[in-house]
């Protein structure tokens, strides 16, 4: 309850500081496992894709205004999104474990679905049985992130802002 009075720069902040606190705990009574804990979490580093077919070249990209204003609306929406996952699958917890029904104004019900997925126990079964060795499988489309970042004007731009 009280995430949602918050905002999600002030919930972030409030995870740090119970972060730093727990860390100052355990310095005292684990001190081995925070060490061993912070060099594996610094060890993890961010993996760029590369980028997919038919982006923009450099002389068709918008006005980096126009870049920005998308970056920032995307962040925005994402972070909207994220809250409201979280928020759904928590009430879903609920949910899912009633019986189909009314209750107060609302009715619990379930239907089938009509989406189908491969049966990958059964595919890799298949596989081994045959001899045919591994189940092919491709990789996923990357995933679009953005993130803020200090902004530090090239050499040129600030020649062109000192005229």
Do not use: H
Not at 43 to 48: G, L, P, Y
Not at 75 to 89: H, I, N, S, V
Request: glycine share 6%; proline share 9%; with cysteine.
């Amino acid at each position: 309850m009280l995430n949602l009075l918050m905002t999600p720069r002030t919930v972030r902040t409030v995870r740090g500081i119970l972060g730093t606190v727990a860390d100052a705990v355990r310095s005292v009574v684990a001190p081995a496992t925070l060490v061993e804990q912070t060099e594996t979490s610094t060890a993890v580093t961010t993996v760029e894709a590369p980028d997919p077919a038919g982006v923009l070249t450099a002389d068709e990209l918008p006005p980096v205004e126009q870049i920005e204003t998308a970056a920032r609306e995307y962040e925005r929406a994402a972070d909207q999104a994220r809250r409201a996952d979280r928020g759904k699958r928590a009430a879903k917890k609920v949910l899912d474990k009633l019986p189909a029904g009314i209750y107060g104004g609302w009715k619990v019900f379930r239907t089938p679905s009509s989406r189908q997925t491969p049966d990958l126990a059964a595919i890799t079964e298949t596989y081994k049985r045959l001899g045919l060795g591994p189940v092919p499988m491709k990789p996923c489309a990357p995933s679009l992130k953005v993130e803020r970042v200090e902004f530090v004007p090239a050499a040129n731009e600030l020649a062109a802002l000192a005229a």
